[in-house]
Nanobody, 129 residues
């Protein structure tokens, strides 16, 4: 059974930093891209960042230059380093992955939430002005 567990959320002031972690179990971690999404109250879940099996990355325009996604396959963990945080970054952050080797290749960077099969429970990030 696949489990994804996010951690590292919290409350910070604008301009601060947080590092989120997504620890995976129950699958061959290197076999899937891993994405981060977020959902603010009253809004739809939106794409934040993704890292491919090969380590390529893609970001939403709203976080480009401020957030960095990385992965450590040996630790079966993906990280999201968030710098220069803004109040509009406030949301619940979720990590997600696909079924192992389920298509797309090593460089696949899916940005739509429907492309993911497994989700964590989320971690709250609150940025105050």
């Amino acid at each position: 059974q696949v489990h994804l567990v996010e951690s590292g959320g919290g409350s910070v002031q604008a301009g601060g930093s947080l590092r989120l972690s997504c620890a995976a179990s129950g699958l061959t971690f290197s076999s899937t891209p891993v994405g981060w999404f977020r959902q603010a109250p009253g809004k739809e879940r939106e794409f934040v960042a993704v890292i491919s099996r090969s380590g390529d990355t893609n970001y939403a325009d709203s976080v480009k230059g401020r957030f960095t996604i990385s992965r450590d396959n040996a630790k079966t963990t993906v990280y999201l380093q968030m710098n220069s945080l803004k109040p509009e970054d406030t949301a619940v952050y979720y990590c997600a992955c696909r079924r192992p080797y389920s298509g797309g290749g090593d460089y696949y960077l899916p940005t739509g939430w429907a492309n993911y099969n497994y989700w964590g429970q989320g971690t709250q990030v609150t940025v105050s002005s």
